[in-house]
């Protein structure tokens, strides 16, 4: 028999909660219960956040951007879920209403996961601003210098 020690608590905002073990984590990561915005410790005082922690991403939430990686997370989501097996009734207030609802859960949480471990730059203002504000500042200045040259020669 394996013991797990590595136990790992999360945090969201000022929420704490855990112990959890790397198997509970996983398992939370493909239900959505854990975020990829969640930040996780060890010892509950250096905090990272979870997408800095490889061995805590289950391998079926790293290839979402393909049809078969995609298929590969709601088969695994789906063994993970305890809701399937349950035969007790949910309460009404906690169903969901609509079938639609569950779809765009679902689709946040890809296209969530997508943008955190394949993050695009961003193209602030102020990085396309400087460039073309330089250059217009040169191209007047070339001017201005052309303008003095011609009078005065």
């Not at 290839?63 to 809701?83: H, I, P």
Request: hydrophobic share 40%; proline share 6%; glycine share 4%.
């Amino acid at each position: 028999m394996v013991l797990d020690d590595d136990k790992w608590y999360t945090k969201r905002g000022a929420r704490l909660q855990g112990p959890y073990s790397r198997q509970t984590i996983h398992r939370y990561l493909l239900l959505g219960r854990i975020k990829n915005s969640d930040r996780v410790s060890k010892d509950g005082a250096v905090w990272e956040p979870i997408t800095q922690v490889p061995e805590l991403i289950p391998e079926e939430l790293l290839n979402l951007d393909t049809d078969f990686g995609w298929k590969s997370f709601l088969d695994a989501r789906e063994q993970v879920d305890e809701r399937q097996e349950s035969t007790v009734k949910i309460p009404f207030a906690e169903q969901r209403s609509h079938p639609q609802e569950e779809d765009a859960a679902l689709t946040r949480l890809r296209r969530d996961w997508l943008k955190a471990l394949n993050p695009e730059p961003e193209k602030s203002f102020k990085s396309s601003f400087l460039p073309a504000s330089l250059f217009g500042i040169t191209l007047f200045v070339v001017v201005l210098l052309i303008v003095f040259n011609t009078f005065s020669g």
